[in-house]
């Protein structure tokens, strides 16, 4: 079996055994899942550092892209679980990362080209930071969507045993501004070294093209987000809607405008 399978099936697994605390009431499974996702999380940083010794691209098309994205999603899951123990993200986390580096162990080699120019390390920071930034934005997304779920049937006080496995409102409230707070400054600085690549590279800091204007309007609303917890006290429900809308246009820009008009840039990267 390709080494490259074992993360992926470590995410399936993982999903599995949440599946179960979740709809079967058992009561070991999230802690399972957990350590498998971990698990899978050592093996798929291992394999990552094996491409990258080998000198392959590992943001160099949509397989690998997805596949780095992942590791940085489940990384950020793992470091809220050990600070707030939220299992119930888990659930979410790990069907997600299973999806993600699908592609990348089934899709048959050579058929999405890799763009070699992304072998340039600087390249590759500006893409870790960005995708290391949409991670904890991801980890927030769903917090938010929990929040508003969990908000919304405790005021029709439909209290049933499912509600009961969600963390508290402060809990969800809190990840989704720890998130934030620590996926902002990467985002920013991700974007500002993609600046300078850019006029190294194309000779211009700037393009004005959908794909670069839909990056800017990404980063303004997370400011707007960030300043909003900061100075204007913004949090719960208002929060919870910020970080459901920042992710939907993380994901507008990423796969619908990365398709119609990437610009100077392939698939995913910025």
Request: with cysteine; hydrophobic share 55%; glycine share 10%.
């Amino acid at each position: 079996m390709d080494f490259y399978w074992v993360p992926v099936l470590c995410y399936f697994v993982a999903t599995v055994f949440y599946m179960g605390h979740l709809f079967m009431n058992q009561k070991s499974g999230s802690r399972i899942g957990f350590y498998i996702v971990v698990l899978g999380t050592v093996f798929q940083a291992a394999s990552l550092a094996v491409l990258f010794v080998r000198g392959v691209p590992i943001a160099g098309g949509l397989d690998t892209t997805l596949y780095l994205f992942a590791l940085f999603i489940t990384m950020a899951f793992i470091g809220s679980q050990l600070k707030f123990n939220a299992p119930i993200i888990g659930t979410f986390v790990s069907p997600l990362a299973f999806i993600m580096t699908l592609p990348h162990v089934i899709l048959p080699k050579g058929m999405i080209e890799h763009d070699p120019s992304l072998t340039n390390p600087w390249v590759l920071v500006h893409i870790v930071l960005i995708l290391l930034g949409e991670a904890l934005f991801t980890v927030a997304f769903i917090s938010g969507v929990l929040y508003i779920f969990e908000e919304r049937k405790i005021k029709s006080k439909h209290v049933g045993s499912f509600l009961r496995k969600l963390p508290s409102l402060t809990t969800l409230d809190r990840i989704n501004h720890i998130c934030l707070l620590t996926g902002f400054p990467l985002l920013t600085i991700g974007l500002a070294l993609g600046l300078l690549l850019a006029k190294e590279i194309w000779g211009e800091y700037w393009v004005w093209g959908q794909k670069e204007t839909w990056s800017m309007v990404t980063w303004l609303l997370y400011a707007i987000l960030l300043h909003g917890r900061l100075s204007s006290g913004w949090k719960g429900k208002k929060a919870a809607f910020g970080a459901v809308l920042g992710f939907g246009i993380i994901l507008f820009t990423l796969f619908v405008i990365g398709y119609i008009s990437p610009g100077q840039h392939d698939f995913l990267e910025y």
